[in-house]
């Protein structure tokens, strides 16, 4: 799993390692391939906002740089 995406994933309460989410076992719940696609699945999201968002309009040239520092910090494509 991507290191920034399990971080966060602590960060809200759910402990990778032994599928705990506030203290309750989740494995029956969610797995963590899940997890890691459903953390995917908004950083893309929020990519395609940057990238097709207002792509006529003078901020367009920040949303792209936005949208590569998500990705390299996110290390995703």
């Given at each position: 799993?991507?290191?920034?995406?399990?971080?966060?994933?602590e960060q809200a309460g759910i402990n990778i390692?032994?599928?705990q989410f506030s203290g309750?076992?989740?494995?029956?719940?969610?797995?963590?391939p899940s997890l890691e696609?459903?953390?995917?699945?908004?950083i893309k999201d929020c990519l395609d906002q940057c990238y097709y968002r207002g792509m006529n309009d003078e901020r367009y040239a920040g949303q792209l740089k936005a949208a590569?520092?998500?990705?390299?910090?996110?290390?995703?494509?």
């Open positions: 799993m991507n290191e920034r995406i399990r971080l966060l994933a390692d032994s599928f309750t076992p989740i494995k029956h719940i969610v797995d963590e696609k459903f953390a995917l699945l908004i590569a520092y998500i990705e390299e910090h996110f290390g995703v494509e």
